[in-house]
């Protein structure tokens, strides 16, 4: 079969290899849609991911698609269903699993090999984070309940209610992922943005209000001269991951309010924070990483009813011959500040064996 190869920083290749075949408890996906993903673009110009992948490996982890093949043991799938393979499942035993925190789980089991003609789900995945799909839910938004499972937990963690203000600063695919899930929620939403081009996505992702930084703005007084009284926001969702935002975000939010530090910024990078601030203000900083099985059911709701609007994200689409171009544009596009906000990668009609 074909297969799209990291074999590191910058280095994808097309390559031809060998059809994975279904184990005890697993099962073989040919791949209806792949979806690109920041986090994606991160390992690419890393050439790895400590956690999730070592290259030479197959590429990417935004996946749907049919199973072709069931392994023993396996009652809940047969062939021919459509499903949505999620990346990862936690084993539900150790430390963190106990204290249900399975985003955390000190076994998060990974998978990889969504840019390719066929996959390979482990048994894990299969039997806690492997989801069925109606027949009328198109590959490329079931794909999507991976990114969208992240925004979910992430809106979660912060406690918002409906009518609360809540900003997001960033506008890339998480940004704009958040946006919506707030929208959805009831809450006032804000965007803080860079570009002029995000600003309308902004507001078509649900954002009343857009504020775009400039040279010379305030962006900070800007944003908080748009809550109620001045007061600042609610909830402030970062999702840049730089020190400044960082900062930006602990600075827009009101007394008693709730900060996410969702953007990861590199291993090393440090921040500073007001302490008066932070103590006499009763802030709540939290920072939410990845997705959980219950945060996933819920993301893939919103994409089965619609309400999520999933054929908003996809704004590009490719063949697996041309994902290492893809990736090589999403850099150039990425530095130039123009990137598509997902883009489907289909798989030839036609698998070879």
Not at 201 to 228: K, M, N, P, Y
Not at 311 to 331: G, K, S
Request: one cysteine or more; hydrophobic letters at 40%; proline letters at 5%.
């Amino acid at each position: 079969m074909q297969a799209v190869i990291l074999h590191g920083a910058e280095d994808l290749r097309l390559e031809t290899v060998p059809r994975p075949s279904a184990g005890p408890g697993e099962v073989v996906v040919r791949v209806g849609a792949a979806t690109t993903c920041g986090t994606d673009l991160k390992v690419y110009r890393r050439g790895y991911h400590a956690q999730m992948l070592r290259p030479p490996t197959v590429f990417g982890h935004e996946v749907a698609g049919t199973i072709t093949e069931v392994g023993e043991g396996v009652s809940s799938f047969r062939v021919g269903d459509r499903v949505v393979a999620l990346n990862s499942a936690p084993c539900e035993q150790c430390y963190f699993c106990r204290r249900d925190q399975p985003n955390l789980c000190a076994d998060l089991l990974f998978n990889n090999g969504a840019y390719a003609e066929y996959m390979r789900v482990p048994e894990r995945i299969v039997s806690r984070n492997t989801l069925l799909l109606p027949d009328d839910l198109p590959f490329e938004h079931a794909a999507l309940t991976e990114p969208l499972a992240c925004a979910v937990r992430g809106f979660e963690e912060t406690g918002a209610r409906a009518g609360d203000t809540f900003v997001v600063i960033g506008a890339g695919p998480l940004g704009l992922m958040f946006l919506r899930v707030a929208s959805i929620a009831g809450c006032r939403v804000i965007a803080v943005v860079k570009r002029a081009d995000q600003v309308e996505s902004a507001r078509r992702f649900g954002a009343e209000h857009v504020v775009q930084i400039a040279d010379g703005l305030d962006v900070v007084a800007e944003t908080r001269a748009l809550t109620e009284g001045g007061v600042g926001a609610d909830v402030v969702v970062e999702c840049v991951a730089t020190p400044q935002s960082w900062e930006q975000a602990v600075a827009t939010v009101r007394k008693g309010g709730t900060v996410n530090l969702f953007g990861g910024p590199p291993s090393g990078t440090r921040v500073s924070f007001d302490t008066n601030r932070l103590h006499y203000g009763d802030i709540t900083l939290k920072a939410s990483f990845h997705h959980t099985p219950a945060t996933c059911r819920r993301a893939f709701d919103l994409i089965r009813t619609g309400a999520a609007s999933p054929a908003d994200f996809i704004t590009a689409t490719a063949t697996l011959a041309q994902v290492p171009e893809v990736f090589r544009r999403m850099m150039v596009r990425s530095a130039e500040g123009r990137v598509d906000i997902k883009t489907a990668i289909l798989p030839s009609s036609e698998c070879a064996a």
